[in-house]
Nanobody, 124 residues
């Protein structure tokens, strides 16, 4: 299984970016796919996740600004990021697992599959 993350870049505060996570094969193999981020010196934190059934959850810190979605035909999960703030600056990673229990969704160590990071920098 390979996850390929893309879409990061440099954007001004208030701007938007859309991150993509393309999986090698059918994304319905995974019962959870998520986006994590990690700023320098900080722990990796869960930003948003989507279940196999299509339920989505986003962290309180990005609620109303970020949206997670998927395109099953393209085996891709997206993270739409609007109204970006400097504190959103981080490396963003997609993660997936085939059998994650709900209580472990926020535990980065519980995911079996990770994409490489894509850097998001929000700065004027």
């Amino acid at each position: 299984v390979q996850l390929q993350a893309s879409g990061g870049g440099l954007v001004q505060p208030g701007g938007s970016l859309r991150l993509s996570c393309a999986a090698s094969g059918n994304i319905y193999r995974f019962n959870v796919m998520g986006w994590y981020r990690q700023a320098p010196g900080a722990q990796r934190e869960l930003v948003a996740h989507i279940t196999g059934g299509g339920s989505t959850v986003v962290a309180d810190s990005v609620k109303g600004r970020f949206t997670i979605s998927r395109d099953s035909a393209k085996n891709t999960v997206f993270l739409q990021m609007n109204s970006l703030k400097p504190e959103d600056t981080a490396a963003y990673y997609c993660a997936a697992d085939k059998s994650l229990i709900s209580s472990s969704v926020g535990n980065a160590n519980a995911y079996d599959y990770w994409g490489q990071g894509t850097q998001v920098t929000v700065s004027s």
